[in-house]
C-alpha cells in the first residue's frame, strides 16, 4: 500500500507492508478524523503491536543459510591418460540453476591446466568500527582499521561442465579440497578429462595427482671419510618444468635443496645435489629424506616422500655390516618386513650394531608379528639409548611387552612407582609419558588389577596435554569394569545397569549394551531414558549389519517437541543441532516418499524441512578465526579485523548445507536431475539409505548410465544388505571407468569380506595403478 504523507513539511514517499490490522487501524483513524503524520503514527503503534516493521516480508531463505558473495573458484583439469594438463579447456559452475555462456562463471584453462572463476560461495561483508575508530586517529581510519569484515565459506561441492577439444566432457559434482575464508575462495578437485576414444568416462577425484617421487638415490650409498657424495631423485612428471621443490633432510647435511638438472626423458623430471661426508672418529649412518614440497600439482598418494640410508665407514672390517645394513634397510622400506627382520638380526648380531639398528629390528618384527623379538630388541634399545631418548625407548618396550603377552613384566620393570598403592595420581603423571601410562594401565586391567589401572586412569585423567589413543581407550575400558563389577553386584539396581549399558555404548558394544540397556528397562525403577538408549544400541547394531534400521527411537512427534525448549517460561527453539538435524531427516523420509509433489502434506512438509535444515546450519558453523588487525600504539589500529569462517563443525552439518540446497532447487524445479542426485548422494553419506533408493528411482534420463549413478546405486545396495546387487553395481562401474578410485577401493572391501582375497587385492592393484599407495582393507571395520 503506497501513501504520501506530509512529514514536517516535505511530501515523502513511504511504502510499507501492512497487515489486515494496520489497514483497519488507518481506516479508524480516518474515520476519527486523524489524518497526516497523526496518522502515520497510528499505522505504526498497531505494527509495533503485531511486531518489527520492514520493507519486505519475511519470505525466501534464512540469512546465514544461503551464499550470497560472489568468489574466487580454483581448479585444474588433466588428461587421464597422460596426465598432462589441459590447455584452453572450458568450465562452467552452475550459478543459479543455469550452465551460463559467458561469464564470470566461465573459464578457460592456461598452460598448466588451471582455471580461475567466480561463484557464490558464501558471504564477505564488513561495516564500520566506531570503538576501533575512536581508539586511534586519522592514519587508522585512512589505512582501513576501523572496519570489522566478515569472512564465510559455505560451499563444499559445485557442479561444474567441463569441455575440452578431443575429450569427453565432465558435468557433475566437484568437491571442494581448500576453503581459504582470508582469500574468500575455494579450490576444487582435480578434473580428469579421457580422450574421446578413450575407455571410461571423464571424472573427479581429490586423490588424483599426477607427480612422485619415483626413485631416490645416494651414491655411494657407503662412502668413504670427506667423500663427495650424490643426491639425486627422480620425479613422474608429465609437466616438462612442474612448479616443485624438492628438499633433502637428514642428521649430517641438515636441510638441502636439490636442484633441476635437464634430461631428455619424457615424463621424468631430475633433481640433484652434492654434498660432503663426514669424518667421523667411527663409522656412521644416517637417513636422508627427500621430500616434494611447495607443489602446485596434485600429488600422487605416498609420492610426496621418499628416504634412503648414507653411511661412512672407518674401518675396513665394518663394510660387510653396511652392506648388510644397507639390505636391511632396503627389505624394510619395500615393507618386506619377514627378510628384513632376518637381515636386522643379522645386523645386530655383529659388534658393530647402533642403536638406530636395534629399534628397526624392533620395529621389523612387531610388523612381521614376531613380539618377542620386537620386545627383546627394545630391551637392548633401552640400554643403548642416551639419556634424552631413554622415556621414549621404556615406552616402546613396555608397548612391546604388551602386545608379546607378557604384561606382568611391564609391571615388574616400569610399574613400581606407578603401581604402588597410595600412590598420588599427580605424582605418577609427572613420573612417566602418557604412552608409558596406558601401556602400564592396560597391563593392570589384563592382569586383573582393577585398582592399579584405575589409578592410572586417575593420573592421565589430571594431564592437561591431548591423550593418545591407547590412553582414551584405556579409560573407556576401566569405566566398563568398574561398571560391569557395580552392576553385577546390584542386579536389581536400575541405575548401575544402566551405567553399565551406557559404557558399553560408548565403546561401541552395541550387541552387549543392547541386552543391559533391555535388562536396566524391565526394572520397576527404570527411567524413560533408559528405553531410548535400548533402542540407539539396537539401531547401531542394526546399521553395523545392513546400513539402515527400520527401527528408530524417534517418532517425528517426539523430534518436534526435542526442538523446543519448555522449562516454565515462554517455549523457545533449542540451540541443538543434532535435535534440528534429527527432525530435517524424519521428515526428509517422509517427505520422500513422493518428492515431485508441490501441494498437500508433502509440500508442507518440504517446507517444515528446510526451516529445520536452516536451523541445523546455523547452529553448526565451525569455529571462525579472528585476526584482530596491526595495532600500532598512537596510530590505533592500521588494518581491518577481520573474521574467517570456513566448513562446519560436524560432517552432518556440511551435508545438511548440501541437502538444503538441493531442496531449494527442487523448490523450484521438481524435476532438477542435479538436486535430485545431490540429495540422493548425501543421504547415503548420511546412512539414510531407504530415503536415497526412493528418490533415486526415475527422473535421471541418461543418467542412469552413469559411472556416478550407478557407483551410488551400489552404494546404497550394500547399505541396504542386497550384497550380491551391489557388488555386481561397483564391478559395472569399474568397467565404465577403470579410473573410479573409489569404487575400485569400495569393491576391493567387499571383495575381502566376502572372502576374496585375490580378486580384491585385484582391486586395490587397479587403484595403486592410477592413484599410487593404498592401505589394504581391514575385514570388520566400517572405512
Avoid at 567441463?162 to 582470508?182: H, M, Q, R, S, W
Avoid at 637381515?343 to 636395534?358: F, I, K, P
Wanted: charged share 20%.
Amino acid at each position: 500500500m503506497d501513501r504520501n504523507y506530509p512529514i514536517l513539511g516535505p511530501v515523502v514517499n513511504v511504502r510499507f507492508h501492512v497487515s489486515g490490522l494496520a489497514e483497519r487501524a488507518l481506516a479508524l483513524a480516518r474515520a476519527e478524523g486523524i489524518t497526516g503524520p497523526r496518522s502515520l503514527w497510528t499505522i505504526l503503534i498497531a505494527m509495533a503491536a503485531l511486531g518489527p516493521v520492514c520493507a519486505n516480508p519475511p519470505s525466501g531463505p534464512r540469512p546465514g543459510t544461503v551464499p550470497t558473495s560472489w568468489g574466487r573458484v580454483n581448479g585444474s583439469v588433466y588428461d587421464a591418460s597422460t596426465g598432462a594438463p589441459i590447455v584452453d579447456a572450458r568450465v562452467v559452475c552452475r550459478q543459479d540453476r543455469v550452465f551460463a555462456e559467458t561469464g564470470k562463471t566461465t573459464a578457460t584453462t592456461d598452460a598448466r591446466g588451471a582455471y580461475r572463476l567466480a561463484a557464490m560461495i558464501g558471504r564477505a561483508s564488513e561495516n564500520f568500527d566506531l570503538g576501533r575508530a575512536l581508539s586511534g586517529g586519522i592514519a587508522g581510519l585512512i589505512a582501513g582499521g576501523a572496519t570489522n569484515k566478515t569472512r564465510r565459506i559455505d560451499v563444499v561441492q559445485q557442479i561444474l561442465r567441463v569441455t575440452a577439444t578431443g575429450y569427453k566432457t565432465f558435468e557433475g559434482l566437484v568437491p571442494c579440497v581448500l576453503l581459504d575464508p582470508n582469500g574468500f575462495s575455494v579450490t576444487h578437485a582435480p578434473i580428469i578429462l579421457v580422450p574421446e576414444r578413450g575407455v571410461g568416462s571423464s571424472f573427479t577425484d581429490p586423490d588424483w595427482g599426477i607427480a612422485a617421487l619415483t626413485d631416490v638415490a645416494i651414491q655411494p650409498s657407503i662412502a668413504e671419510p670427506g667423500q663427495v657424495v650424490e643426491l639425486a631423485v627422480a620425479i613422474r612428471c608429465p609437466i616438462a618444468d612442474p612448479p616443485l621443490d624438492v628438499v633433502a633432510r637428514s642428521e649430517w647435511w641438515g636441510s638441502r635443496r636439490l636442484k633441476r638438472v635437464p634430461t631428455a626423458e619424457s615424463g621424468l623430471v631430475r633433481y640433484s645435489g652434492t654434498v660432503r661426508a663426514p669424518k667421523p672418529g667411527s663409522s656412521g649412518v644416517t637417513i636422508v629424506t627427500f621430500r616434494l614440497e611447495k607443489s602446485d600439482v596434485p600429488l600422487i598418494a605416498g609420492g610426496a616422500e621418499a628416504s634412503a640410508m648414507a653411511q661412512v665407514v672407518v674401518d675396513p672390517s665394518d663394510r660387510q655390516t653396511a652392506r648388510a645394513r644397507a639390505g636391511a634397510y632396503a627389505a624394510m622400506t619395500s615393507c618386506n618386513y619377514v627378510e628384513a627382520t632376518a637381515l636386522w638380526q643379522s645386523v645386530c648380531s655383529s659388534g658393530a650394531a647402533e642403536l638406530r639398528d636395534w629399534i628397526a629390528l624392533a620395529q621389523c618384527s612387531a610388523s612381521s608379528g614376531a613380539y618377542g623379538v620386537s620386545a627383546d630388541a627394545w630391551a637392548r634399545a633401552v640400554d643403548l639409548a642416551p639419556k634424552k631418548l631413554r622415556p621414549s625407548a621404556t615406552t616402546r618396550h613396555a608397548e612391546a611387552l604388551l602386545q608379546a603377552g607378557n604384561p606382568s613384566a611391564a609391571l615388574a620393570r616400569y610399574g613400581s612407582t606407578v603401581m604402588s598403592p597410595g600412590a598420588d595420581p599427580d605424582k605418577i603423571a609427572r613420573a612417566e609419558p602418557p604412552e608409558m601410562l596406558a601401556a602400564l594401565g592396560w597391563s593392570a586391567l589384563i592382569t586383573g588389577d582393577l585398582p592399579g589401572a584405575i589409578r592410572v586412569r586417575d593420573a592421565l585423567d589430571a594431564l592437561p596435554q591431548r591423550l593418545p589413543e591407547t590412553a582414551n581407550a584405556l579409560r573407556a575400558a576401566v569405566r566398563v569394569e568398574e561398571t560391569r563389577i557395580a552392576a553385577e553386584g546390584a542386579p536389581t539396581n536400575a541405575a548401575l545397569q544402566a551405567a553399565y549399558g551406557r559404557a558399553l555404548l560408548d565403546t561401541q558394544r552395541w550387541e552387549e549394551a543392547q541386552v543391559v540397556m533391555q535388562r536396566a528397562t524391565a526394572l520397576p525403577s527404570a527411567l524413560p531414558s533408559f528405553g531410548r538408549d535400548a533402542a540407539y544400541a539396537a539401531e547401531r547394531l542394526q546399521d553395523d549389519r545392513i546400513g539402515e534400521s527400520d527401527t528408530r527411537p524417534w517418532t517425528l512427534d517426539e523430534a518436534r517437541e526435542q526442538t523446543v525448549i519448555s522449562d516454565g517460561e515462554k517455549p523457545r527453539k533449542s540451540s541443538d543441532f543434532w535435535a534440528w538435524h534429527r527432525l530435517a531427516m524424519l521428515l526428509m523420509r517422509e517427505m520422500m516418499k513422493d518428492p515431485t509433489v508441490t501441494t498437500g502434506d508433502t509440500a508442507r512438509l518440504r517446507s517444515e524441512c528446510i526451516q529445520a535444515l536452516e536451523e541445523a546450519v546455523l547452529l553448526s558453523r565451525a569455529g571462525g578465526s579472528v585476526n584482530e588487525g596491526l595495532y600500532a600504539g598512537y596510530f590505533g589500529f592500521l588494518s581491518p579485523r577481520v573474521v574467517s569462517i570456513a566448513g562446519y563443525a560436524y560432517p552432518e552439518a556440511a551435508a545438511d548445507f548440501i541437502l538444503l540446497s538441493a531442496l531449494r532447487d527442487i523448490s523450484a524445479d521438481a524435476e532438477d536431475p542435479y538436486a535430485r542426485f545431490c540429495i540422493a548422494e548425501t543421504l547415503t553419506d548420511l546412512r539414510e539409505y531407504g530415503t536415497a533408493q526412493q528418490l533415486l528411482a526415475g527422473h535421471y534420463g541418461d543418467w542412469s548410465q552413469k559411472p556416478d549413478y550407478l557407483f551410488l546405486e551400489a552404494r546404497i545396495s550394500l547399505g541396504l544388505g542386497r550384497r550380491d546387487a551391489g557388488l555386481e553395481q561397483l564391478r559395472r562401474v569399474v568397467a565404465l571407468n577403470p579410473r573410479s578410485g573409489p569404487a575400485s577401493l569400495l569393491l576391493g572391501r567387499v571383495l575381502m569380506e566376502n572372502g576374496d582375497g585375490i580378486g580384491s587385492g585385484r582391486a586395490l592393484a587397479e587403484y595403486a595403478d592410477y592413484y599410487g599407495a593404498v592401505e589394504p582393507p581391514t575385514v570388520g571395520v566400517k572405512q
